[in-house]
């Protein structure tokens, strides 16, 4: 039986449980920074902090006959990274999840470590970087070139021929159109329509997409 831990227990934790549930790697422990957050399953523990992550390792023998997966959702790709570097570099392997009713083309790539999730979409020969979330029915479509660490929210679509940055977020509902490249560390709000090319760290909101200036 393959074993998995997994550093995170709320929203997005919930949405792995029952991905890994149709596949044979068993659930063994949580991990969370937040004590006000209990295991989401009852019989399996949840440890707190690195400090916990630290004995947990120590409890085990063979750390590398155990994958991880990071359950941080929102706009965290560089927290998602970090923790699952840090899981790495203790011997543990990343565990690419997809979930058994997506569809992901035969020459598409993804990355170690990705979250593809229920009724998304990776078309012919797109790209998906490490440690990137494709949320609920969301769609990337051929020839896209996914940095590491993005996030494509539930029912986000992505035309052909599109390129995003590492670390950004692309909102629910939001449509990016063919060939736009998204920069480094961009959020695009949900329901927004992205027509134009994205610099680094821009937020858009809107149709037609606008930079949200507060
Ligand atoms: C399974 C899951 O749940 S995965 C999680 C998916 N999460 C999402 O899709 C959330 C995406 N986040 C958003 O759309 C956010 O609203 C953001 C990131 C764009 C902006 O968030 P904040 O910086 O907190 O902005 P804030 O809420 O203060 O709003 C600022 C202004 O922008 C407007 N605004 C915020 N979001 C949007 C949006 N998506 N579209 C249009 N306008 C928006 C607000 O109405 C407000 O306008 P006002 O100043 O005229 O009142």
Known sequence: ???????????????????LAATPVKITAFFENNEAIQSP?????????????????????????????VAIGGNNGNVRAKIGEMFKKAGLKPYTAIHHTAFVAGNSVIGEGAQILANS????????????????ASSVDHECIIGDNVHIGPGAKLAGC???????????????????????????????????????DAVIVGNPGRQLIK
């Open 41 to 69: 399953i009852e019989t399996i523990p949840i440890y707190y902090f690195e400090a916990g992550f630290e004995r947990w390792l120590s409890s085990i023998e063979e750390p590398s006959k155990y994958f991880y997966s």
């Open 121 to 136: 979409n990776v078309c012919a020969r797109a790209k998906i970087g490490k440690y990137c979330i494709l949320n609920t």
């Open 1 to 19: 039986m393959d074993k998995i831990v997994i550093w995170g227990a709320s929203g997005q934790a919930i949405v792995l449980e029952e991905l």
């Open 162 to 200: 599109i390129t995003v940055g590492d670390n950004s977020f692309i909102g629910t509902n939001a449509t990016v159109l063919p060939r736009i490249i998204i920069g480094k560390n961009v959020i695009i709000g949900a329901g927004a329509v992205v027509t134009k090319n994205v610099a680094d």
